[in-house]
């Protein structure tokens, strides 16, 4: 039989004169899905498929994606169990959920611990690919713009408050003796959880900027990173 690989009519099998003629449509299509179309195609068609996955995912993230009305972060020599870390993110849900509401707003958080801070290693500290990760990760958090809300250990509290990374906790009515950050492990909110740390937990707000405000959906999301700051801080 005739390989059809080399035939320049890709469609030659089906013609009432082909070297098929006498077999029947399904033997002819499988014979031509094999060796036609999956020969000189197979390339185009994976081409054509990441595309299609690559669109849908797109469109998916662009018009369908659910946000949190607050995301924030745990992250340096600070750590919580995941029991905690969802206790406080309920209570924060409560905050700013408003009253009457169906649904309870959604928060999101990370933990990033970048320390030991169990005892172990080197002077307490954990130099693993982990702790690197969630060093890189914070970095990442820094700079987009769904995560406000910033818990830190005072080393590196003080380290992005020097980069000017927060927002002076002033223009959201908070008073603080530092103009960038707030501690609060010696609060009654924090309190409650068994949040293990070195040399406290000091929490500090996004820079605003122009684009970020510019976003209704961004700017709603400082209004409730403030009132949650402003909350743990009544307690």
Same mark, same amino acid.
């Given at each position: 039989?005739?390989?059809?690989?080399?035939?320049?009519?890709?469609?030659?099998?089906?013609?009432?004169?082909?070297?098929?003629?006498?077999?029947?449509?399904?033997?002819?299509?499988?014979?031509?899905?094999?060796?036609?179309?999956?020969?000189?195609?197979?390339?185009?068609?994976?081409?054509?498929?990441?595309?299609?996955?690559?669109?849908?995912?797109?469109?998916?993230?662009?018009?369908?994606?659910?946000?949190?009305?607050?995301?924030?972060?745990? &992250?340096?020599? @600070?750590? %919580?169990?995941?029991? #905690?870390?969802? +206790?406080?993110?309920?209570?924060?849900?409560?905050?700013? *959920?408003?009253?009457?509401?169906?649904?309870?707003?959604?928060?999101?958080?990370?933990?990033?611990?970048?320390?030991?801070?169990? &005892?172990?290693? @080197?002077? %307490?500290?954990?130099? #693993?690919?982990? +702790?690197?990760?969630?060093?890189?990760?914070?970095?990442? *958090?820094?700079?987009?713009?769904?995560?406000?809300?910033?818990?830190?250990?005072?080393?590196?509290?003080?380290?992005?408050?020097?980069?000017?990374?927060?927002?002076?906790?002033?223009?959201?009515?908070?008073?603080?003796?530092?103009?960038?950050?707030?501690?609060?492990?010696?609060?009654?909110?924090?309190?409650?959880?068994?949040?293990?740390?070195?040399?406290?937990?000091?929490?500090?707000?996004?820079?605003?900027?122009?684009?970020?405000?510019?976003?209704?959906?961004?700017?709603?999301?400082?209004?409730?990173?403030?009132?949650?700051?402003?909350?743990?801080?009544?307690?």
């Amino acid at each position: 039989m005739k390989e059809s690989r080399d035939s320049r009519d890709v469609f030659a099998v089906f013609k009432a004169d082909s070297f098929m003629k006498d077999a029947t449509f399904g033997e002819k299509l499988r014979y031509w899905f094999k060796n036609v179309y999956w020969y000189h195609f197979r390339v185009a068609t994976f081409a054509v498929i990441l595309a299609v996955i690559f669109a849908v995912t797109f469109i998916s993230d662009v018009f369908f994606k659910e946000y949190n009305s607050l995301d924030y972060v745990v &992250g340096g020599a @600070v750590f %919580g169990t995941t029991q #905690d870390m969802r +206790a406080i993110s309920d209570e924060f849900s409560a905050m700013i *959920t408003p009253k009457g509401a169906e649904e309870n707003s959604k928060v999101g958080y990370q933990m990033l611990c970048t320390q030991s801070i169990m &005892g172990t290693g @080197v002077n %307490g500290e954990a130099f #693993d690919e982990g +702790a690197q990760a969630n060093i890189e990760k914070i970095t990442v *958090t820094m700079a987009d713009d769904e995560v406000l809300l910033f818990f830190f250990d005072k080393k590196y509290i003080e380290w992005y408050a020097e980069q000017g990374a927060f927002e002076p906790l002033s223009s959201f009515g908070i008073e603080s003796e530092n103009e960038y950050f707030v501690r609060v492990d010696d609060t009654e909110f924090f309190k409650k959880y068994s949040l293990i740390d070195q040399n406290g937990i000091y929490a500090g707000i996004k820079l605003k900027t122009e684009g970020r405000m510019k976003n209704e959906r961004i700017a709603e999301k400082y209004e409730n990173a403030a009132h949650v700051l402003s909350g743990i801080l009544a307690k």
